[in-house]
């Protein structure tokens, strides 16, 4: 599975961003993508989740309220709507996909970097003061 994610550039504090990931082929068997960031020195670190298969959506209490994700199964797309961008959000943004064999209602059930096999190569997103 080739994720191939876009949007990232710059943009002032209070502004507005969306991202883009592509999936090659439906990720039939990857019931669940996610979006993450990374700075330098530091983990990965969860942004949101979304389910192909109904829409539940799953957020980053630091981005919950700011931004959205979405999908487009017809064109294998997720998005991630970012709004009211902070200097904080800086980061390269990392698109992933991930098998997840129970469902929950919990963000943290699907945080972890570890869970997601598929990964883009990321967009870099810097947000000035």
């Known amino acids: 599975v080739q994720l191939q994610a876009s949007g990232g550039g710059l943009v002032q504090a209070g502004g507005s961003l969306r991202l883009s990931c592509a999936a090659a082929e439906r990720t039939f068997s990857r019931d669940v993508m996610g979006w993450f960031r990374q700075t330098p020195g530091k983990e990965r670190e969860f942004v949101a989740a979304?389910?192909?298969?109904?829409?539940?959506?799953y957020y980053a209490d630091s981005v919950k309220g700011r931004f959205i994700i979405s999908k487009d199964n017809a064109k294998n797309t997720v998005y991630l709507q970012m709004n009211s961008l902070k200097p904080e959000d800086t980061a390269v943004y990392y698109c992933?996909?991930?098998?997840?064999?129970?469902?929950?209602?919990?963000?943290?059930?699907?945080?972890?970097?570890?869970?997601?096999?598929?990964w883009g190569q990321g967009t870099l997103v810097t947000v000035s003061s």
């Open positions: 979304v389910r192909w298969s109904g829409g539940s959506t």
């Open positions: 992933a996909a991930g098998l997840f064999l129970f469902a929950s209602s919990k963000s943290s059930y699907y945080s972890s970097a570890g869970k997601y096999d598929y």
